[in-house]
Structure formats: C-alpha cells, structure tokens
C-alpha cells in the first residue's frame, strides 16, 4: 500500500450515494477513488481488476448484500460499511469491519473515519515469534488453558477478532489470536490460508477438487464438511507445494 495515498472503490445501488460520497472523500488527498460499482457482480469485477485498499460499502443491494460480497471475495483491505441500516452495525463489526458510516454521511463522521485511517497507517505493528511444527503453544482454548502441540492443528477460523481452533486430538474452541497473528507465526512449510477465514495443515488435506466459480473445495481429515479455497489461495498453495 501507497504510504501516502489510499485506492479506494465505492459500492452502492444509488448513483447519487456514490455521487455524494465521492465529492465528500474529494476533500481527502490520501484517498483516490479509482472505481464504483453499483451491486455485487460489477464489485467484485472492480475488486480484481483496480485491487483498492479500501471499499467503502453499501449493505442493502438488490440482489445480493454487501455482506454476500465480502463472502465470495479475498479481500485483506479495509472495509469501511456505509449504509441508512444500523441493525447491521454488530454483523459489520464481527467480521473486522473497519467503520460504520450512517447515511446520509456527515463530513464529521467521514474525517473522524479517515483520521482512524490514518492512525492506523502509522501504528507499527509489533513482531511475532515464528512457530517450529513441533513446538507447543501455552494458550487459553475456551475457559481453560492448554498446551497446543502445533502439528496436531487441523484448522483455524476467523471469528470476529479471535479464531476457533479444532485440532487431531478432538480440542476445539476459542482463542484470542487474530489471523494475522497465526498466518505470521505458524510455520509456512505447513500451513496455508485457503479463504479470508480459514486456514489449513496441509498434512491432513485428504483431496481438492474444482468447485464454482474457479473456487475449490477442500477435504480435510477429521473435518465433516468440505472448506471451499479460493483461486488466489489455490495458486499460492501450488506454488509452494509444486
């Protein structure tokens, strides 16, 4: 991402919403609008081809909503959600949503928006110790702490801030790790991000087998149902495994 400037796509059914907010952000030298979409088929198309750091999103679409978008996307951008819908905020929220603009959308709110931008732009993150496979974890899974061997991890998922964990030994539950944090930490030679909320050991995959929309879907050992992978997942998986 551009240190100074932010890619930015707004997606909403009303033409004059993207008009409004557009001549709003045109106050903002950070955030360049590179692209609109008015429902989820031209958003996704937008996503792709412009690859913004920001969507700045409408819920309620004919169709399909915007959380249907994010759902059949990789998108590690920021979403800031704009929407006459507050019944949405906590949804919004659990799946790491960065704001929640209320239309109509005043300039206060949106710079108080950019400024959390901002701030986060300069926040340093702190590094993660590297994780061996044979290592163990002294963690909180649900209410108890444990001992987590890493090579008996089968899955992790996304939830909300946190992820839930289901391991070979039958452990399963929640911890107060991000994504993030597992991606950096857990050793690469093993595991692999399939989707935005799911990472994989990719010792226990049991089969992949081509699914819709160029998508996979991905059989793992002592998992009941399938995880569907992504096709920017499944070329990175075959580049590191050939």
Partial sequence: MDSKTYKAIIVDDERLARKDLNNMLADYPEIEVVGEAEDVPS???????????IVFLDIQMPGESGFDLLGKIDF???VIFVTAYDEY??????INAMDYLMKPVTHERLKSS???????KTDKPKPFTKLKYNDRLFTTIG???QFLKIS???????DGDYTNINTTEGTHGLITKSMKEWEERLPETNF???HRGAIINTD????IEKWFNYSFRVKIKGIEEPLIMSRRYAKKLKEMYG
């Fill in 152 to 158: 008996t991890i089968l899955i992790i998922q996304s």
């Fill in 192 to 194: 692999c991000r399939i």
């Fill in 43 to 53: 958003a996704m198309t937008a996503i792709e081809n412009l690859k913004p750091d």
């Fill in 143 to 145: 209410n108890s702490l």
């Fill in 204 to 207: 226990y995959i049991e089969n």
């Fill in 89 to 94: 905020a906590l949804r919004a929220f659990e």
């Fill in 76 to 78: 590690n951008g920021k």
């Fill in 114 to 120: 950019i400024e959390r931008l901002n701030n986060e």
